[in-house]
């Protein structure tokens, strides 16, 4: 994501809210968290296109 041109705080921000999406969702409902699912987020923030 920072050689596609985000800023790190930016970049903070995207990963953040994924880890509140699979992880703290997971946590607070008290279920597994998914794996697969988790790490398919991640790899789609690096699929991003560059930011103009």
Known sequence: ML???MERHDVLH???GVA??????????RRPVDLDAYRAA???LDAQPPVP
């Not at 509140?20 to 409902?29: I, N, P, S, V, Y």
């Open 3 to 5: 050689a596609a041109g």
């Open 14 to 16: 995207e990963l953040a």
């Open 20 to 29: 509140t999406e699979f992880l703290w969702h997971a946590l607070a409902d």
């Open 42 to 44: 991640l790899d789609a």
